[in-house]
């Protein structure tokens, strides 16, 4: 397990892997309590692994927008010949509605402008 934790019993990430996996990381960025990255061998490329976690709703517009300039700064250091996978909770909802390439059928309520983004 790697993981990074936040303040105050808040926040916080982390990713789990079996023993076999773990035995692969090249490599573990823990940018902060929201954001952490993992680089594991595999062929044909490298895998690196993103996970986040966003702040919910009642954080300002500004601490949000800091989050998503953080993992801008992470993402720089991806290169293009590695698979990336980008996953967590974006504090988001997608809504109802399918939008072709991006949500499927099954979302629920209604689209806020995290989900949008």
């Known amino acids: 397990m790697i ?14 892997m079996n023993r076999k996996v773990g035995t692969r990381v090249q490599s573990y960025i823990q940018h902060s309590e929201r954001i ?5 061998e595999a062929k044909p490329v490298p895998i690196v692994l993103v996970q986040v976690y966003m702040p919910t709703g009642s954080y ?11 993992l801008d700064e992470v993402l720089i250091g991806v290169e293009k ?7 967590g909770d ?3 909802r997608v809504g109802e509605g399918i939008e ?5 059928e099954y979302g ?3 689209r806020n ?4 983004r």
């Open 3 to 16: 993981c990074t934790g936040g303040k105050k019993g808040q926040a916080g990430v982390g990713i789990i």
């Open 36 to 40: 952490i990255l993992v680089r594991i």
């Open 60 to 70: 300002s517009e500004e601490e949000i927008e800091e989050i998503y300039e953080e």
């Open 81 to 87: 010949k590695e698979n990336l996978i980008i996953m």
């Open 90 to 92: 974006w504090n988001a």
């Open 100 to 104: 072709e390439g991006i949500c499927g």
């Open 108 to 110: 629920l309520g209604e």
């Open 113 to 116: 402008e995290r989900g949008s």
